[in-house]
């Protein structure tokens, strides 16, 4: 059963993880062995338990106990649950909880490229999207819409922070994906690619290009769509390294989607 403890100092050293330690802080928590993440709401607790994240302890609001995050809590033997008002929580936090449930997390130890690429015939790669917002909702439509996983450039943010695990629904509990070794991309990670027999497509506005819906592309047995940062889009040097540089037409004179939007009208169109 889990060990309900009412908080009452404000300044307890267990609740650090919640309220005091940054993203970063999180991560390097048990270095060089490893770190912590929060997950927030019990849609994403309960998909990162099934994925088998190991809970330390969770904070949640007593007016959210109820039928749904007590089947979770009862599904993690003796571990620490720190309890309060809603308010308390915000205050102690400095943001509202998603339903009033968060839960700190070992993180899992990163699979290697091959893999995530082992049994993939769709994958995504997010070249330093480093908005921990636009990388959950690019997982969510990455889960929705038949992507088999996700890599990511170190300039990424990292799709265990709070916010971006919130964002998509869970879904980075779902996905395979790891970090690409730093050095390696693009022409090595590349050259990894193609050995699995992956083509690369750099979803880029230029003029040189296919549409989205061109057959060759469509029919590709093993496809890499790449998604560059907010604003800069994908490097040059990544563009001149991919087999097809790709562009989503577009009318009413808008020349650009935000990512994780365009993310969305690429899986949708290249995961059928």
């Avoid at 490229?113 to 790669?125: D, G, L, P, Q, S």
């Avoid at 819409?145 to 980075?172: E, F, K, W």
């Avoid at 549409?211 to 994908?234: R, V």
Wanted: aromatic share 8%.
């Amino acid at each position: 059963m889990p060990n309900f403890i009412e908080i009452t100092d404000f300044h307890a050293p267990e609740l650090d993880i919640y309220a005091r330690l940054s993203e970063n802080q999180l991560l390097r928590y048990y270095e060089p062995h490893g770190g912590l993440f929060i997950a927030e709401s019990p849609k994403v607790i309960e998909r990162a338990l099934n994925a088998g994240c190991e809970p330390v302890s969770f904070l949640i609001a007593k007016q959210h106990i109820n039928e749904e995050t007590s089947a979770i809590l009862e599904s993690c033997d003796n571990i620490s649950v720190y309890t309060a008002e809603f308010d308390i929580l915000t205050n102690l936090t400095g943001f509202q909880l998603t339903r009033g449930m968060l839960c700190a997390m070992k993180r899992p130890a990163l699979p290697t490229i091959e893999e995530v690429c082992k049994n993939a015939r769709r994958i995504a790669i997010l070249e330093n999207v480093m908005n921990p917002t636009n990388v959950g909702a690019i997982f969510r439509s990455a889960a929705a819409l038949n992507m088999d996983a996700v890599l990511l450039t170190s300039g990424c943010s990292n799709p265990l922070y709070r916010r971006a695990g919130r964002v998509s629904m869970g879904t980075v509990f779902q996905v395979p994906w790891t970090f690409i070794p730093e050095g390696s991309w693009p022409a090595s990670c590349m050259d990894t690619l193609h050995s699995f027999g992956f083509k690369t497509a750099a979803m880029a506005l230029s003029d040189d290009s296919v549409s989205i819906d061109d057959e060759k592309l469509m029919s590709e047995e093993k496809l890499a769509i790449i998604l560059g940062t907010e604003g800069d889009g994908l490097a040059d040097l990544t563009i001149e390294g991919c087999d097809y540089t790709v562009k989503i037409p577009m009318t009413h004179g808008v020349d650009s989607l935000n990512v994780a939007a365009a993310s969305a009208v690429a899986f949708w169109q290249l995961g059928r």
